[in-house]
């Protein structure tokens, strides 16, 4: 098939000021055989006006009420909806490329099933980028460029929500937005990962993101890092825990705070290690902290490890590469 049509889902609420430039770039993409389908999700803006005068004028723009509430109800809506025979995703305050759709298709079909298609990202904003987004955005383009991104899949969303392009069938047998598991992109790049869809590797700049205060992955609760956390740990025990090796957890601050929590919570038995001797010894949640060399002492374990300092992630690595230790196999490194 080499005219398939493309389903674009597209959510939005209160973005009116920006999807002007949002629809003008998917108008303006060289490949032309796509439908939108737009998704209001109870915008209190003109932002449904607006879109409704473009889809007047332009027939493969769809436009729809959410019937529920939220951003997950809007793509699983807009996804009822769709006759595509490729799913991608946009956000209604970014941008494309003019050559998005038509290199991601390019790639899936040449691919095939079975895979899912990205591309580099590019954060714009009229109040300057920070140096964490900068951090983030090289982070995950160099992850791009060589399709290792599951490789550091519990650090950060690996996979940009608003950049991929995978085959129907696909997504609908990795139950996409199903059920409500939040943060979507996250839980979405999961299952990506759960399924083992390949990642396509590509060097080419297809989707500009653009970062303002209000926007949603900066304000809402969702999106918020104890919610990274849990669906970080969920899919771990899910994925790659070996429930016969012994646990270690690594790393005592917040998140390996939060981390042993949830484990006690979960019921699932962990040694915890941490480099701060100012805690050794000590017990949190009635339970002791160690020092690192005790991992000497435990055969065979699976690590989780939180320290967020880059020099100590440093000798972190060097220690466990002089052990014979394999990450995402032996350690994951959660931060």
């Not at 770039?25 to 005068?53: M, P």
């Not at 991601?104 to 990202?121: E, P």
């Not at 002492?297 to 100590?312: F, L, M, P």
Request: proline fraction near 3%; glycine fraction near 6%.
């Amino acid at each position: 098939m080499q005219n398939p049509l493309i389903s674009i889902l597209t959510p939005f609420k209160n973005t009116a000021a920006f999807l002007p430039e949002c629809l003008a770039s998917i108008k303006s993409q060289t490949y032309t055989h796509w439908e939108l389908l737009i998704v209001d999700d109870g915008s209190t803006d003109d932002g449904y006006k607006l879109v409704r005068e473009y889809a007047k004028q332009d027939s493969r723009i769809k436009l729809y009420k959410n019937s529920g509430s939220g951003i997950i109800e809007a793509l699983r809506m807009g996804f009822s909806k769709s006759s595509g025979c490729y799913i991608t995703r946009m956000d209604s305050d970014d941008i494309m490329s003019s050559n998005k759709l038509e290199v991601l298709l390019k790639n899936l079909q040449t691919y095939g099933k079975k895979h899912v298609a990205t591309g580099l990202v590019s954060y714009f904003s009229e109040e300057g980028i920070s140096d964490g987004y900068n951090s983030y955005e090289s982070w995950l383009n160099q992850l791009t460029q060589t399709g290792s991104n599951y490789s550091e899949i519990y650090k950060e969303c690996v996979i940009p929500s608003p950049c991929w392009m995978i085959h129907k069938d696909d997504l609908v047998a990795c139950d996409a937005f199903n059920p409500n598991d939040y943060p979507e992109d996250y839980d979405l790049t999961f299952r990506f990962y759960k399924y083992q869809y390949k990642v396509i590797p590509c060097n080419q700049l297809l989707h500009y993101w653009r970062d303002y205060s209000t926007r949603t992955s900066r304000t809402h609760e969702h999106y918020a890092q104890n919610y990274f956390l849990e669906i970080k740990l969920n899919y771990f025990l899910e994925l790659d825990y070996n429930p016969t090796r012994p646990l270690v957890l690594w790393g005592a601050g917040f998140k390996g705070k939060s981390i042993a929590k949830l484990l006690i919570d979960k019921g699932v038995d962990f040694i915890w290690i941490c480099n701060n001797p100012k805690k050794i010894g000590k017990h949190i949640y009635n339970q002791e902290l160690f020092g690192f060399t005790y991992l000497n002492s435990i055969q065979d374990a699976q690590s989780i490890v939180t320290v967020a300092n880059k020099q100590s992630q440093k000798a972190i690595r060097a220690f466990f590469k002089t052990h014979d230790k394999m990450e995402m196999e032996d350690y994951f490194f959660f931060c």
